[in-house]
């Protein structure tokens, strides 16, 4: 009878033993496992890691919008960037300089060349460029004639029936259709009886309806622009089409310009320390040349606005910002912005007293 006890002490402790070694087993199995996956996509250790956080631009324009058409020579240039930041708006002929608000708003009045123009905007604080963005508009006073004015809005809607909400709603329509018009830039690829087919600068397809019989053709890629007819166009033209945009995103030509292959503007800002001043030219760290002509303004940022400076006002030492044409490596200044002074002047040593 005792060894029956102690062969079944045993042989339970066995069996003990075993199940014991198989729930570690499995443990340190599941462990391993999630360490691995771990290791592999850290963010699954985490929920609250695989949420990416959005990326908030830290300069954007509001106004205008990006290809438009403007019949003015000057437009409002809007936007939101860093609070108190220093913004500067560059234009084909002439760079703006202002100071964000508190809210980080600005709005600069700037004028506007005949055709294409590239506007850049660049955001810096005290001590480097934050961010940089740019539009394409075209200014042409040859597309007015196009667009619907309010007496002719006000004399298509008619009024004085049943139906004339209707006819409002539609009119109300056409009139921002007609009050926004829109520009496509890009190379021909494919032309038929009453569309255009181009590839934009960003490399998108755009469809361009020529099916107007008022469609004017004007080419420029001589001394002089010259209208041609729809059979000039050809494949490979580089062409900036002026029009409305409908709801295919398909724009109804009006005016067609064919013109030479446009080039990305060469403007730049830079921030950086003056190390080398003459009347001539100026030095930014060790190496980057900035040429100064008698067009080229100075300005000091204050804590409200820009205040208008010289060139005698400008030092070695000075942190400033410049902006213009790069041409070679060097720039062109428009601007030159005096942001402050990295040098500290040298103490004047306390004399030691010798009371021996």
Known sequence: MRKEVMLAIISGGILGALLAFGIWKANNSLKNN?????????????????????????????????????TQNAVTVSGLSTARNSVIISTENKDYLTKASETGAFEVDVELTGGLNEIKVFSFDADKKIDETSINLVYSTEFARYILTTEELEEAQGSGDEE??????????????????????????????????????????????????????????????????FKDLAIGDFVIALGFVN????????????????????RNAIIADISKLSSKSLTLGEKIVVNLTKGTNYFEISQDKPTKLGLSDIEIGNKVIVSGPVEDSEYEARLVVKIGSTSSPTPTPTPIEDNE
């Not at 999630?34 to 996509?41: G, P, R």
């Not at 921002?176 to 520009?183: A, D, H, M």
């Open 164 to 229: 004339e909400s209707i006819r409002n709603k539609v009119q109300e329509k056409l009139a921002s259709k007609l009050s926004s018009p829109k520009f496509y830039i890009g190379s021909i690829t494919d032309i038929s009886s009453t569309s255009v087919q181009i590839k934009s600068i960003e490399g998108e397809i755009k469809l361009l309806n020529v099916t107007d019989n008022n469609v004017t053709f004007v080419k420029s890629t001589g001394k002089s622009p010259q209208n041609v007819e």
């Open 247 to 266: 709801e295919t995103e398909v724009l109804d030509a009006k005016r067609i310009l064919i013109t030479p292959t446009v080039t990305k503007s060469t």
């Open 34 to 70: 999630k360490e691995a996956a771990s290791t592999q996509n850290p963010s699954a250790t985490n929920n609250s890691e695989r949420s990416t956080p959005t990326s908030i631009p830290r300069l954007s324009i509001a106004s205008p919008t990006n290809y438009i058409v403007s």
